[in-house]
Structure formats: structure tokens, C-alpha cells
């Protein structure tokens, strides 16, 4: 059974820090594509960052750039997310995806896989 189990959300005030963690079991981690969405109340779930399965190369959009960075740990099979100087902008519900062709788009028609999500609410 395919996996990924979020965690590592909360409450933070602007300005502050959280790590979310992405923990995969049931299928070939390294040969996946690895992302993080978000999604806010009553908007489309967007694509935060990703991580290629080639070559570990981290992309990202650009309102997070310079503030998160993703990271896995390949032995692990686990992600990360560290996502610094929060915004109240940032309040959403982030989910971790996997995807086998990749995540170039940042797209959700990309993912094959996705987890049940962890709430990041960012106080101002």
C-alpha cells in the first residue's frame, strides 16, 4: 500500500519557522519525483516546490524562494520541508506528493501519489 504520511504543521507567528516532514513507504522512493503543495480556503491547490528524482535538483515557486528549501533523505524515504520567515500569506493545508514523470509543471495532473496533508496556519 502507497503512503505518504505528513507531519510537522501548526500554528506559527509571521516570521517564523516550521519543518514539515513527508515519510513514503510502498513504492521506490528515489524514483519518484517529490513535491509539496499547498492549498487555502477556496483557492486551487497550488505547487510549492519539488525535488527531482534524477538528479536532486530543488525548484520552487516563486513566492517561497530565498524562504523554503526542500530536502529527502533518500535512505529514509522521507522529505522535508523547511519553510522559514512565514507569512500569514502561507496559511494553507500542505500536502506532499510523488510523482513518477516528474513535477516540472508543479502541476497536480503530475502526481501520482499524494498524502492527507498537515495544516500550516501563519499568524500576523
Known amino acids: 500500500e502507497v503512503q505518504l504520511v505528513e507531519s510537522g504543521g501548526g500554528l506559527v507567528q509571521a516570521g517564523g519557522s516550521l519543518r514539515l516532514s513527508c515519510a513514503a513507504s510502498g513504492f521506490t522512493f528515489d524514483e519518484y519525483a517529490i513535491g509539496w503543495f499547498r492549498q487555502a480556503p477556496g483557492k486551487e491547490r497550488e505547487g510549492v516546490s519539488w525535488i527531482s528524482s534524477r538528479d536532486g535538483r530543488r525548484y520552487y515557486t516563486d513566492s517561497v524562494k530565498g524562504r523554503f528549501t526542500i530536502s529527502r533523505d533518500i535512505a529514509a524515504s522521507t522529505a522535508y520541508l523547511q519553510m522559514n520567515n512565514l507569512k500569514p500569506e502561507d496559511t494553507a493545508l500542505y500536502y506532499c506528493?510523488?510523482?513518477?514523470?516528474?513535477?516540472?509543471?508543479?502541476?497536480?495532473?503530475?502526481?501520482?501519489?499524494w498524502g492527507q496533508g498537515t495544516q500550516v496556519t501563519v499568524s500576523s
Open positions: 506528493a510523488a510523482g513518477r514523470s516528474g513535477l516540472a509543471a508543479m502541476s497536480v495532473y503530475e502526481v501520482s501519489y
